[in-house]
């Protein structure tokens, strides 16, 4: 009996030492070990700022996120699922490298980004993956004097914010993220180009939560591009469209009379007054949508 207790014994260990091997890799070259997001994700996510949204995009054909060992690759689903990849999915994984960056094809062909170089010493990367996500939401916002990204968190306006990007237990309607401070979790809400900060209350079936409507914050610009050149948002209530078009004049220097444009504009690490500011600074791509803009804003009672 013993003895068979010890050859039972023996095999569980080997049938182990075989497990562990299926997730042990051949080795990844340096240069793609790192933190990768899902290409089409990142895509969307840019041009919506609704991160579970575009989360959902390819779910669940993709992985939501790749932490690419240099002997291990992990992988997360819904971010509280991880496992790591095994050498028969891995096999089938290629890798490209070209002058826009690092890339990882998956098994079922699905494109990862290379965001980061940095795994911490479980070989994950999720503070990368969440300072790559601040980033990329609060492009704009980022550089207003009341903002600030500090690694994975944001802080605004004095109060510091962690994020939670499981938004699997959320209305996600216009829900950019979930930010939770001091134990409290807040809805941050894309109201055309305004982001708004609202608590959450639990739904009435219970089984997930919806933003209150009350808003507690407001950040006006949030969701224009640092780089974008003046869309003209024709479905934007009044306000915002006024300041879309004073932004053309912000970037200029313009020195604003209105006391309310002069602090808003004043609160951007870019603005610079310039007391020499004329029309002629403007291009016509500008003027353009500045008269688009005006005429749009006559429009709306």
Not at 128 to 146: G, H, P, Q, S, T
Not at 174 to 190: D, G, P
Not at 224 to 241: G, H, R, S, T
Request: net charge negative.
């Amino acid at each position: 009996m013993k003895r068979k207790t010890l050859i039972f014994t023996i095999l569980l260990l080997l049938s182990g030492f075989v497990f562990a091997d299926d997730y042990t890799l051949n080795g990844v070259e340096d240069k793609f070990v790192g933190t990768y997001i899902p290409v089409d994700v990142d895509n969307q996510l840019k041009k919506t700022k609704l991160f579970y949204d575009a989360l959902a995009l390819g779910y669940p054909i993709h992985h939501d996120v790749l932490f690419m060992g240099k002997n291990k690759c992990y992988s997360d689903a819904g971010f509280h699922d991880g496992y790591a990849i095994t050498v028969g999915e891995f096999k089938n994984f290629r890798f490209v490298e070209n002058a826009a960056g690092y890339f990882c094809l998956d098994d079922k062909g699905n494109s990862y980004k290379k965001i980061s170089d940095k795994l911490n010493d479980r070989g994950y990367g999720y503070e990368e993956y969440e300072n790559y996500i601040l980033n990329v939401i609060f492009d704009f916002a980022k550089d207003m004097k009341n903002v600030q990204i500090k690694n994975a968190c944001v802080i605004i306006d004095g109060v510091e914010y962690n994020i939670n990007l499981d938004g699997n237990f959320f209305d996600s309607k216009n829900l950019v993220l979930i930010l939770v401070s001091e134990r409290q979790s807040y809805a941050l809400i894309k109201n055309g180009v305004n982001g708004e900060l609202h608590g959450i209350k639990r739904a009435e079936d219970e089984f997930y939560w919806l933003a209150d409507e009350k808003v507690i914050k407001e950040f006006p610009l949030m969701f224009v591009k640092a780089d974008d050149e003046f869309p003209a948002y024709w479905n934007l209530p009044k306000n915002q469209i006024r300041y879309l078009r004073n932004l053309i004049y912000a970037r200029h220097g313009y020195m604003f009379k209105s006391q309310e444009l002069k602090q808003f504009f004043e609160n951007f690490n870019w603005y610079k007054a310039n007391p020499k500011f004329t029309e002629d600074n403007l291009n016509g791509e500008e003027k353009h949508y500045i008269e688009s803009l005006q005429k749009r804003e006559k429009q709306i009672k």
